[in-house]
């Protein structure tokens, strides 16, 4: 079994900085593109950035410039940093990632059980 532990979250005022961070544990063989999504209370689950194997990374609008996203492939972790937060950045966020798994040919998406951002005006 694949397992996602996300970290990191917390209560912080506007224009501070917080990183989390997701780690996968599991029967591994690779892990493909990886990203964060977030959900606030009454909205859907969206995704704010991904980041591929490789490095490659996107974003959404509403971080662009604020949050960077990275990965340590050999660790089988991503990390969100965001600065200067907003309030309405306050959301619970998931790690998402797009992993093969042992024995092989298995392979699915795997969700982290979320890490709420709460931040204060």
């Known amino acids: 079994q694949v397992q996602l532990v996300e970290s990191g979250g917390g209560l912080v005022q506007a224009g501070g900085s917080l990183r989390l961070s997701c780690a996968a544990s599991?029967?591994?063989?690779?892990?493909?593109?990886m990203g964060w999504y977030r959900q606030a209370p009454g909205n859907q689950r969206v995704l704010i950035a991904t980041?591929?194997?490789?490095?490659?990374?996107n974003y959404a609008d509403s971080v662009e410039g604020r949050f960077t996203i990275s990965r340590d492939n050999a660790k089988n972790t991503v990390y969100l940093q965001m600065n200067n937060l907003k309030p309405e950045d306050t959301a619970l966020y998931y790690c998402?990632?797009?992993?093969?798994?042992?024995?092989?040919?298995?392979?699915?998406?795997?969700w982290g059980q979320g890490t709420q951002v709460t931040v204060s005006s």
């Open positions: 998402n990632a797009d992993i093969i798994t042992l024995p092989l040919p298995a392979r699915g998406p795997y």
């Open positions: 599991g029967r591994i063989f690779t892990i493909n593109a």
């Open positions: 980041i591929t194997r490789s490095g490659n990374t």
